[in-house]
């Protein structure tokens, strides 16, 4: 799951962190582009000493340029995380964005409620969190079955916090 809570101890707020899932590490796109590369330019080998090989060459180029493009800048954009801090009085939520800013939001943990929205969000099974006034996401770049299983467990980790 991209996100895990804290082992803290008892007496310590709670810490859940969300990011997005990275299916493709370093390795995994070095070897993507590199092996665009290499069966992009197959038919090329026929064609070298040739001047239609000089006419392919560039298409070729910036085809592998376009693909390594693509891939570091969806990189990038998956550069999210949430930091949510619980305790008995205070619920914190901190997103830094792909480009470092910042997003806060805090509400006092007893009016808080959490909720799962199955439609009419972004995503289906939107989580939100209500207090002091605002509704704030959380998670909205997991997979719907974490969504899910995020809301079961934040609910009840709300809950016990503010039963106690």
């Known amino acids: 799951m991209p996100y895990r809570w804290s082992d803290n101890p008892p007496d310590a707020p709670l810490e859940l962190r969300l990011w997005p899932h990275n299916s493709l ?36 180029v910036g085809a592998v340029a376009a693909l390594y493009y693509a891939l570091h800048r969806n990189g990038r954009d998956r550069n999210i995380l949430e930091v ?57 770049f997991l997979s719907e079955d974490e969504r899910k299983a995020l809301f079961t467990e934040l609910d009840d980790r709300v809950r016990r916090l503010t039963r106690d």
């Open 84 to 140: 949510l801090t619980l305790s008995p009085q205070e619920m914190h939520l901190t997103r830094t964005d792909p480009g470092g800013a910042r997003r806060e939001w805090m509400s006092n943990t007893y009016w808080v409620r959490v909720s799962l929205h199955p439609k009419g969000g972004p995503v289906p099974n939107y989580v939100t969190m209500k207090g002091d006034g605002r509704e704030v996401e959380i998670g909205a």
């Open 25 to 60: 590490p370093p390795q995994g796109f070095a070897a993507m582009v590199l092996g665009f590369f290499l069966f992009a330019t197959i038919p090329l080998y026929w064609l070298i000493g040739t001047m239609l090989f000089w006419g392919m060459l560039p298409f070729v």
